[in-house]
């Protein structure tokens, strides 16, 4: 699975993230290997997440280490795969 993250301001929004798309054109034969990556039935390429540059992150392990108006960066990197995943 291939994600590509990126950093914005994100004007309201901490993160983004969601499935790719894609374009093909070509013979039936082509446009079937692309949409299932060359496997039996549906296959996931990837996707993109993104996350508000404005915002004032804690990447530690410890719960306890947050500070008050830190959000929780794992927290939110997890829940914006699962976008991606759909």
């Not at 404005?54 to 410890?62: I, K, R, S």
């Amino acid at each position: 699975l291939l994600v590509f993250a990126g950093a914005l301001p994100l004007n309201g929004a901490t993160g983004l993230g969601g499935p790719g798309g894609y374009t093909v054109s070509g013979t039936r034969a082509w446009q079937q290997t692309v949409t299932t990556r060359g496997l039996p039935g549906f296959s996931t390429w990837g996707g993109s997440v993104s996350f508000d540059t404005n915002q004032n992150y804690y990447f530690g392990a410890d719960p306890n280490g947050m500070q008050p108006g830190q959000l929780d960066f794992y927290s939110l990197a997890s829940h914006e795969l699962v976008h991606v995943l759909g």
